[in-house]
């Protein structure tokens, strides 16, 4: 069997428990590893898998009193149960080939909002939608060039520009700005500060900067899982937190892009020891296990850089640019979007800084896709106008040097596309683009996995994807931005 498919059911246990995977681990087969080296591509005993398998059906009709159980420091003992092996297809018992009896999945826990976990969970964290959508579409490409816009509008001030990412995802947004930077201020030394909880997304990011470090030396590079709250800052506002915080500098040798890859390869082991995230029982977002600050930058500009590099407890904000591209979920409150994502970004502004929002928009083939299945169905209640009217609700006097820009449609809404070959979707449409065209459209409106179950039973909702591809000759999806300037003094 494939690993996935075990790393699923974790996943999803661990979500309903509210468990770290490396916990998960210790309380099974007391290995803390387990799941990141399954993550990474290792197998695991037909023993190890039914151990698995009987721990999460021992706690299925309540996960979250293991999770009590745990912080109250009683632990149970790892499953021993054995696994009958006339499974295995080749003879060799020892390695898992076919999926063993699959345990009833467990029951959602209701929660503090009245919803139950699966509900809430965040749907931009399901990773095989999201691989498929940001590798189809060209919405990191579009949201890159709209937020390069705004560097004509930022004049930063010595030592350094100041960036801060509110939300990294696979990188390809923060490092097409750091190419436009370095075009606009070539010899000028940046320091940026990158937002990302999810481990895979930090893996995707290393994976493309080498390159940044070899074409502009003079940067500063900050990785995080802390909170929108504390990001900005690089600093924990719990004490508990602040005192398990992992604060982590590596200075980079060599001179070539190459050089600088094997470096931050070697990175790997520690990430997957330490960037784990949980899930919040109240509100099914991803949290993070142990606070990470992760700083990266050439040793051979140290003495350049010096001033600029962050120390724990001295950490200042004042950024000359903020990116905030999709960094809530879109049914959520103009209220909670203000109050727990744009107010502390705001407020982390510099003299003359400029705060990007992007979110999407609907009004587009992507939300007639979703609603010929769900009529009636539209997630993006809030608009920017909303947003921005709760923002400034929300910071009060903090908020009175600050301007509040939400634009004309012709200068705020921009649109992205589904990449298609010419031709593709004139006549019959492949299954393959189809699949992706579907996906695209509920991952973009956010459709949770629990809605999907029953519409996916038939092939109406393929039949609804193609007859909107044949009407406009593609698919395509509105965003909208705004904007939030700090006046200069």
């Known amino acids: 069997m494939a690993a996935q498919e075990i790393l699923n059911e974790i996943s999803d246990f661990c979500r309903l428990a509210g468990l770290a995977e490396s916990t998960f681990g210790r309380l099974c087969v007391n290995d803390g590893k387990l799941v990141s080296r399954l993550r990474d591509g290792g197998s695991v005993t037909l023993d190890t898998l039914a151990r698995l398998r009987a721990f999460m059906a021992s706690h299925a009709d309540d996960p979250q009193a293991l999770r009590l159980r745990v912080k109250k420091g009683s632990r149970p003992a790892p499953t021993q149960t054995p696994l009958p092996t006339q499974g295995a297809s080749n003879g060799e018992s020892g390695t898992v080939l076919v999926p063993a009896s699959k345990p009833a999945a467990p029951a959602a826990p209701a929660n503090a909002a009245g ?42 001030r010595p030592p350094a520009l100041r960036l801060f ?16 930077m370095h075009a606009r201020f070539p010899t000028m030394p940046f320091y940026v500060v990158g937002k990302e909880v999810s481990l895979e997304d930090v893996r995707l990011t290393l994976d493309k900067i080498p390159d940044r470090f070899y074409e502009h030396p003079s940067t500063v590079l900050v990785l995080t899982n802390l909170y929108y709250s504390e990001a900005p800052w690089l600093s924990p506002k719990s004490s508990t937190a602040a005192h398990s915080l992992i604060w982590k500098e590596v200075a980079l040798t060599g001179n070539s892009s190459h050089d600088f890859e094997e470096q931050l390869t070697d990175l790997q082991s520690f990430l997957s020891e330490n960037w784990s995230a949980k899930v919040s029982p109240k509100t099914g977002n991803p949290m993070y296990d142990r606070p990470i600050v992760l700083t990266l930058y050439r040793e ?8 600029i590099l962050p120390r724990p407890g001295r950490v200042t904000a004042d950024y000359d640019l903020i990116i905030a591209s999709q960094p809530y ?6 209220e909670f979007k203000a109050k727990k994502v744009i107010g502390p970004l705001a407020r982390a502004l510099g003299p003359g800084g400029r705060l990007i929002g992007i979110h999407s928009s609907g009004k587009d083939p992507g939300l007639e896709i979703v609603q010929k299945v769900w009529p009636g169905e539209n997630p993006f209640v809030v608009d ?15 908020g009175r040097n600050l301007n509040f820009n939400a634009y004309s ?3 705020s809404v921009f649109r992205y596309d589904m990449h298609t070959l010419p031709g593709e979707v004139v006549g019959a449409i492949g299954t393959s683009t189809l699949f992706a065209a579907w996906n695209a459209a509920i991952y973009v409106a956010q459709i949770e996995d629990h809605r999907l179950s029953e519409v996916v ?33």
């Open 329 to 334: 979920r879109a049914r959520a409150s103009a």
């Open 115 to 156: 919803g139950n976990s699966e509900e809430n969970f965040r749907f931009f964290d399901n990773r095989q939608k999201y691989l498929l959508f940001v590798n189809t579409c060209s919405e990191k490409w579009v949201v890159a060039n709209r937020v390069a816009m705004e560097l004509a509008n930022i004049s930063p």
């Open 409 to 411: 449609d012709a200068r």
């Open 300 to 307: 051979d500009h140290r003495f350049l850089l010096d001033p």
């Open 165 to 180: 990412d509110a939300g990294v995802g696979d990188g390809t947004v923060l490092t097409r700005v750091m190419r436009a």
């Open 384 to 398: 920017r106008h909303a947003l921005l009217k709760s923002v400034k609700i929300e910071l009060g006097a903090a």
């Open 457 to 489: 039973k038939n092939d109406r909702y393929l039949e609804a994807t193609e007859e909107v591809l044949q009407k406009y000759g593609g698919l395509w999806f509105n965003d909208e931005s705004f904007v939030i300037s700090r006046r200069q003094p």
